[in-house]
């Protein structure tokens, strides 16, 4: 390859999983976190490796190497949904980027741009560093295979350059575990083939013969033979959509009737591209530069009733303070209308139930109609999340992350909104209490699950679960435990103990 071919930039930014859920969760990122996929750590924290938890640990040992680990399911879209905001910035610098996978893309070199291409990743460095990824690294190459393999020998926030032509010469002393095939790799160390040089000397004929396609092709990667470079991406299109007033409108009927065509030309420019918007975020500014702003979701999509509604319920919500000068319209959330459309034996929501919950909200009030979701908690009433129709609710406690003491499944159908007073008696008919050490002072032989009750005998029983709440304050600690009892009724509990006083929370129905 001569040195006026094109050349391949990568943006490598390592452990993009937990980046991502530190971003989106708003975690801190002195956390040891680690993200499994398959029982095994897919990637982790720097807090955690410097514990002793690596990349493809089992969930038991990466624990037992750190006991505060906090251990959290792969979630791919998450990923890439946080992804798009680093190929967004990028994009700003350099058009042709290609997202490889989330926290890795490539693009073709702006080197005369810049003055060189340590320059061009150095001012790429800086922007995305200015929007909050602070871990980057890139390689430059005349491959796509040889410029990744540089990237992850880049300092943080520097870049590493492969002279042109010399490709070949720095994978030579690679380890051949960078090929992405452990069992061609684990078959090519039994032989004794260490790095990609020695990995590139075995003959062409050979390797054909011997390892197929596959490994045909990972030897021409070997060899520096790899041609590929960025092929881009199409940048979305920009949908916001605006409506400007003058002089200023002060009051909601006219603003929102002067607002319909433009959420018109909305839904109908997301129609064209064949998509639709389930995530908009409705922008009002006044004439004094007072900005109002709050986001929307839909349990389906926007049509163009869907958004003028929002857009009148927000101005009651938070009415401005003087006469409206703007209107602003901003997809967040834009989707494939065949992945939202009617499936062909009725699988979408229907569209009779959309109108009609739309129709009661309006007349109740945006807060009349609620749905109910899971939030992580201990309690089952902190899990419930009621949030008004057609929004998503902000959870304020992660589903995903553990929550030591609760209740295994399956949930209790019924939650009460205030625990009623229970006992639990043991055979001699004295309470049973939980003792300091979190154990039960006798067995369960009959329990009351509030005081108008009869005694009902104790069928089966579970527990304890164990919780040390607000232990690091005095005054609020709390050391508590929770049982599931079923009558001989065949009515089962959810009960709750703090030493001798018993709470019945929810029923299993």
Known sequence: MTASAPRTMVVWCPDWPVTALLEEERLSAELPVAVLSKGLVHSCSPAARADGVRRGQ???????????????????????????????????????????????????VPSRYYGGEAEAAAVVAERLVATGTWDCRFGVADGLFAAEQAARLA???????????????????????????????SLLRRMGIHTL??????????????????????????RGEDRRGSSGRTPPPELTREVS??????????????SRETASLLVGELSRLGQVCTGLRIEVETEDGWQGSRRWSHPRWFSEVDVVDRLRWQLQAEPAPDPVRTVRFVPEVVESMGSTGDGLWGSAPDERIERGMARVQSLVGFDGVLTPRVQGGRQPAERQLLSPWGEQGT????????????????????????????????????????TGRGLVSAEPVGFQPDHGSP??????????????????????ARQVARFQLVGTDGSAWLLVVEGDRWWTEARYD
Do not use: K, M
């Not at 959870?395 to 229970?422: D, N």
């Open 455 to 476: 005694v009902v005998p104790v069928e089966a029983w579970a527990g304890p679960w164990p919780i040390d709440a607000s232990w690091w304050d005095p005054q609020h």
């Open 197 to 222: 040089g020695d990995f590139a000397r075995l003959a062409t004929a050979d390797v054909a013969t011997r390892f197929g396609r596959t490994g045909l092709h990972l030897h021409r990667l070997a």
């Open 395 to 434: 959870a304020t406690r992660a589903a995903g992350l553990p929550w030591p003491g609760r209740i295994p499944p399956p949930a209790p159908t019924r939650v009460f909104a205030e625990p009623a007073p229970a006992r639990v008696l043991a055979a001699d008919g004295r309470p049973v209490a939980l």
């Open 245 to 258: 007033f003058a002089p200023g409108l002060e009051t909601i009927e006219p603003i929102a009737f002067s």
């Open 155 to 185: 300092a943080v926030q520097d870049s590493r350059v492969v002279p042109p032509g010399e490709s070949a010469a720095f994978l030579a002393g690679l380890e051949v575990g960078v090929l992405e095939d452990p069992e061609l790799v």
């Open 58 to 108: 089992r969930r038991r040992d990466a624990v037992s190497r750190c006991p505060e680990l906090v251990l959290v399911d792969s979630q791919p879209e998450r990923d890439a949904r946080v992804f798009e905001r680093v190929l967004r910035t990028v994009e700003e610098i350099s058009p042709g980027v290609e997202a490889l996978r989330p926290g890795l893309a490539a693009l073709p």
